[in-house]
């Protein structure tokens, strides 16, 4: 629970915080405890703390505590103080429950003659104490009535702390006499009754009470705890009680099981308890739950408890799955794959299984047995489409959906064909891993999903049908559209309610709306989907979305201290699921938001700095797509640090790869459209070759597109690419114009890194016809915004070029590196007050 707690915090809001409290016995816990371990990673989640180690008390403490207890001078306590410690060894509890027992047996009594506190010294040096804090207690425990010890063996079968209502529930079921002997321990201080709870003092109280059990005895005991409260759960509906009873019995396990009937009994109750956990997104309880219940079906269980065996062992794999706990996931795959009576019995496994393999960075295999699958069910998807082909099936789904109205289709009827709804499933499922690894195929899957909901009805499904619709309308350049069926996605998910899809559907409902909306805004349902998904425990859509929360605050301008933060937390939760398909798409990006910082010795030796590294890594995982992400940051940020020749050669790379035809459509790509024609226009003002004029008008025409559906996220884009090509054929006028316009454009729109950018390149160009003066009002605005966004590095190497070309016109108070440039507004009233005059 605290782990998932730590995952979701980098998305919650600032003013929620969790405060732990926890206590452990450092010596019982090794290196590898989970406990340990979660305490070594703590500090990667930017969480504090602290551990305060209780040692045993010396002699000093011990006497200030007696001495502020019997309200006398240390001076009269330190004889005394040192019986105490000599005895206790200083051990908080034994001393707590030695000055107990010394007032409770007439050696340290309140004098009425004397109006304070005394003691017999000798009597307390002569008193024999166990070394062992656990067998005092048992000591102490046996000297009260059987029927308080009774009650106290039963308390310590359910730990720590139980509800007072659960004794009084199992006393009426057991028959013997529970609460008044409980509160007898209690008043002897061995318990606290506290908010309705009976708690033991300490846990070597409980531990001595359930050492008293013999323990051969212990299993039959819990066992039939267990089954005293499991039958009234079921019939309250009690899933708390439900919980500690089916606990109870599987503390028993298999060796208390009377015969076969009990044992199917039992394993049932489990599948009920696991499924119960699960709805609460309690996946470990659950796989522990289901694993017990498979552990009560005995030999030739397949034969003679067919379909409670199959539905517990889909559970564990299901679970075991959600957990990254691959080992169990294959035993008890295999067990359903050996034993299953028809294939349609194997389709919830393979299912699971091609979910493990993509999960896992088998991409291919996924792919292969998601196809394999999906034929056998009749659902042939053909692989080789063209584009001309697959534009006219996108048109024939489009006219076919045409004769419904969105409320038609939010009240059509539901899916009822056992076979079609499981290729629902499959094809669902291969949207993602064909977009990695055969991009071609992937509309063809959206396609069949939308014509299998027309011609069967609605199914769980149907969501992530209709969203990837409104994803390719989108890419076709029908926005508008596009984000119709993106609602309409949304609408179907809040009817059907399934959690299992949520995330997925709002990753991909989300990009399709920030080409509508602003990104600033529809950005944030990607935090909820991040969250709906891990809650969900669908891990690998929690972290597409929170990979796609990342990298749009990036390119939306959000400031780089809190992208920074975000990334981390998308990072952190990519490495520990171990999902290297998403990481090495994600590490570029991760990798220039440090060189806009700047690096400290923390960031200085990650992996995403180091070329060298990523290279070798992108090389072993041979994914286009992640050496297409990793050109075009290297092209990126080689523009903005003026490294003009690696600018080239990574710019040639990149395009180079996108030969390769995707249909996905994310908020990325316009940056990559937008960052594509400035490098173009740029490397054609070095080179004069027309191919890269082309190029950068292409960009130029697909901001425009994308403009028209949603000015405030693309229109000062398209600006700028207009201001650089009028910049590239001469017409300098046209270009004053349009830098203005995109960076009045740029602020309306809160795009702030892109308004530092206008701010730059229109520097660039006065300095480049020979305005200086009006060249450097726009570079210190650069550097204004650029430290605003919080980009020190780009602040300091923008200060350094401004320093070589200015010097000789720079003001007497010149800028600082890395400083905020306020105190220079004088200087930039020109630049402004242009700005502020130019009409969009």
């Known amino acids: 629970v605290i782990?998932?707690?730590?995952?979701?915090?980098?998305?919650?809001?600032?003013?929620?915080?969790?405060?732990?409290?926890?206590?452990?016995?450092?010596?019982?816990?090794?290196?590898?405890?989970?406990?340990?371990?979660?305490?070594?990673?703590?500090?990667?989640?930017?969480?504090?703390?602290?551990?305060?180690?209780?040692?045993?008390?010396?002699?000093?403490?011990?006497?200030?505590?007696?001495?502020?207890?019997?309200?006398?001078?240390?001076?009269?306590?330190?004889?005394?103080?040192?019986?105490?410690?000599?005895?206790?060894?200083?051990?908080?509890?034994?001393?707590?429950?030695?000055?107990?027992?010394?007032?409770?047996?007439?050696?340290?009594?309140?004098?009425?003659?004397?109006?304070?506190?005394?003691?017999?010294?000798?009597?307390?040096?002569?008193?024999?104490?166990?070394?062992?804090?656990?067998?005092?207690?048992?000591?102490?425990?046996?000297?009260?009535?059987?029927?308080?010890?009774?009650?106290?063996?039963?308390?310590?079968?359910?730990?720590?702390?139980?509800?007072?209502?659960?004794?009084?529930?199992l006393e009426g079921r057991l028959n013997m006499p529970l609460v008044a002997p409980l509160d007898v321990a209690a008043t002897e201080g061995l318990l606290d009754k506290i908010g309705g709870h009976y708690r033991f003092v300490h846990d070597r109280v409980q531990e001595s009470a359930y050492n008293m059990m013999r323990p051969d005895e212990r299993c039959l005991y819990h066992f039939r705890y267990g089954l005293a409260l499991a039958s009234i759960s079921m019939v309250d509906g009690n899933d708390s009680l439900l919980f500690q009873a089916v606990s109870q019995i599987n503390r028993g396990g298999p060796a208390a099981v009377e015969n076969d009937d009990q044992g199917k009994t039992i394993a049932n109750l489990n599948l009920i308890a696991g499924k119960k956990a699960m709805d609460m997104s309690d996946f470990t309880s659950a796989y522990t739950f289901f694993d017990h219940g498979i552990s009560y079906l005995r030999k030739n269980t397949w034969k003679n408890n067919y379909n409670l065996s199959l539905e517990l062992h889909e559970a564990a794999a299901k679970s075991s799955f959600v957990l990254g706990d691959i080992l169990s996931l294959q035993i008890v795959s295999e067990q359903v794959l050996k034993f299953a009576r028809s294939f349609e019995d194997k389709l919830n496994i393979l299912y699971i299984t091609i979910s493990a393999f993509a999960f896992a960075s088998k991409i291919d295999e996924s792919v292969e047995t998601g196809l394999t699958v999906l034929s056998q069910l009749g659902e042939d998807i053909p692989s080789c489409l063209s584009i001309k082909e697959t534009k006219f099936h996108i048109q024939q789904t489009q006219s076919m959906l045409s004769e419904f109205s969105e409320k038609d289709l939010l009240n059509y009827r539901f899916m009822t064909d056992s076979r079609k709804l499981f290729a629902m499933k499959f094809l669902a499922k291969l949207e993602v891993s064909?977009?990695?690894?055969?991009?071609?195929?992937?509309?063809?899957?959206?396609?069949?999903?939308?014509?299998?909901?027309?011609?069967?009805?609605?199914?769980?499904?149907?969501?992530?049908?209709?969203?990837?619709?409104?994803?390719?309308?989108?890419?076709?350049?029908?926005?508008?559209?596009?984000?119709?069926?993106?609602?309409?996605?949304?609408?179907?998910?809040?009817?059907?309610?399934?959690?299992?899809?949520?995330?997925?559907?709002?990753?991909?409902?989300?990009?399709?709306?920030?080409?509508?909306?602003?990104?600033?805004?529809?950005?944030?349902?990607?935090?909820?989907?991040?969250?709906?998904?891990?809650?969900?425990?669908?891990?690998?859509?929690?972290?597409?979305?929170?990979?796609?929360?990342?990298?749009?605050?990036?390119?939306?301008?959000?400031?780089?201290?809190?992208?920074?933060?975000?990334?981390?937390?998308?990072?952190?939760?990519?490495?520990?699921?171990?999902?290297?398909?998403?990481?090495?798409?994600?590490?570029?990006?991760?990798?220039?938001?440090?060189?806009?910082?700047?690096?400290?010795?923390?960031?200085?030796?990650?992996?995403?700095?180091?070329?060298?590294?990523?290279?070798?890594?992108?090389?072993?995982?041979?994914?286009?797509?992640?050496?297409?992400?990793?050109?075009?940051?290297?092209?990126?940020?080689?523009?903005?640090?003026?490294?003009?020749?690696?600018?080239?050669?990574?710019?040639?790379?990149?395009?180079?790869?996108?030969?390769?035809?995707?249909?996905?459509?994310?908020?990325?790509?316009?940056?990559?459209?937008?960052?594509?024609?400035?490098?173009?226009?740029?490397?054609?003002?070095?080179?004069?070759?027309?191919?890269?004029?082309?190029?950068?008008?292409?960009?130029?025409?697909?901001?425009k597109q994308w403009a028209s559906s949603s000015e405030w996220n693309f229109q000062n884009k398209f600006l700028l690419l207009e201001a650089e090509e009028a910049y590239c054929i001469g017409n300098f006028e046209e270009a004053k114009i349009s830098y203005d316009s995109a960076i009045v454009s740029a602020r309306a729109h809160r795009f702030l890194s892109e308004e530092a950018l206008g701010y730059e390149l229109a520097g660039y160009f006065y300095l480049e016809v020979g305005q200086k003066k009006t060249a450097m009002d726009y570079f210190l605005m650069a550097h204004e915004r650029y430290h605003q966004w919080g980009a020190l590095e780009k602040v300091n190497k923008l200060y350094e070029f401004v320093q070589m070309s200015f010097s000789a016109i720079l003001p007497p108070s010149g800028i600082e590196r890395g400083a905020s440039t306020a105190s220079i507004d004088s200087h930039t009233s020109n630049a402004d007050s242009r700005k502020r005059g130019t009409p969009l």
């Open 3 to 169: 782990n998932q707690l730590l995952l979701a915090s980098g998305s919650m809001p600032e003013n929620k915080r969790f405060f732990f409290l926890g206590c452990c016995r450092e010596k019982e816990m090794n290196n590898d405890h989970p406990f340990w371990t979660m305490l070594s990673n703590v500090s990667h989640f930017g969480v504090n703390a602290s551990l305060i180690n209780l040692d045993c008390m010396d002699k000093d403490t011990i006497n200030k505590i007696i001495s502020n207890l019997l309200c006398l001078s240390p001076r009269l306590t330190r004889t005394l103080s040192g019986i105490v410690h000599h005895k206790t060894k200083g051990n908080p509890l034994f001393f707590s429950r030695l000055i107990q027992s010394l007032n409770r047996d007439g050696l340290l009594w309140l004098s009425l003659s004397r109006r304070r506190w005394e003691w017999d010294e000798e009597k307390i040096q002569a008193r024999q104490l166990p070394d062992d804090v656990a067998v005092y207690f048992t000591s102490t425990i046996t000297r009260l009535p059987h029927d308080v010890q009774a009650a106290l063996c039963v308390l310590s079968c359910f730990g720590a702390s139980t509800e007072c209502s659960l004794m009084q529930t």
């Open 434 to 703: 064909l977009q990695m690894i055969k991009p071609a195929m992937q509309p063809i899957v959206t396609l069949k999903m939308v014509q299998l909901t027309i011609a069967h009805g609605l199914s769980l499904m149907t969501p992530i049908g209709f969203a990837n619709f409104g994803a390719l309308l989108t890419r076709l350049g029908d926005a508008r559209e596009g984000y119709r069926y993106a609602k309409i996605a949304r609408g179907l998910l809040e009817k059907i309610n399934s959690k299992e899809v949520s995330g997925e559907v709002i990753a991909v409902s989300t990009e399709v709306m920030c080409f509508v909306d602003p990104v600033q805004t529809a950005n944030e349902f990607h935090s909820q989907g991040h969250i709906i998904a891990l809650a969900a425990g669908d891990v690998v859509h929690a972290m597409l979305n929170i990979l796609f929360y990342s990298v749009n605050l990036y390119w939306s301008g959000k400031r780089l201290s809190v992208v920074k933060e975000s990334f981390a937390v998308a990072r952190r939760l990519m490495e520990e699921q171990n999902h290297a398909q998403f990481l090495y798409n994600f590490l570029p990006g991760q990798g220039s938001v440090f060189r806009m910082i700047g690096t400290d010795g923390e960031d200085a030796n990650n992996i995403a700095l180091d070329d060298e590294r990523m290279e070798q890594k992108l090389n072993e995982n041979n994914n286009p797509h992640q050496w297409m992400t990793w050109y075009f940051q290297k092209m990126y940020i080689s523009l903005l640090f003026r490294k003009y020749d690696d600018m080239k050669r990574y710019a040639v790379k990149y395009f180079s790869g996108k030969q390769l035809k995707s249909w996905s459509l994310l908020f990325v790509h316009s940056a990559h459209a937008f960052y594509e024609g400035l490098v173009s226009f740029r490397i054609y003002r070095e080179s004069n070759n027309s191919e890269w004029i082309e190029r950068g008008r292409q960009a130029k025409t697909q901001l």
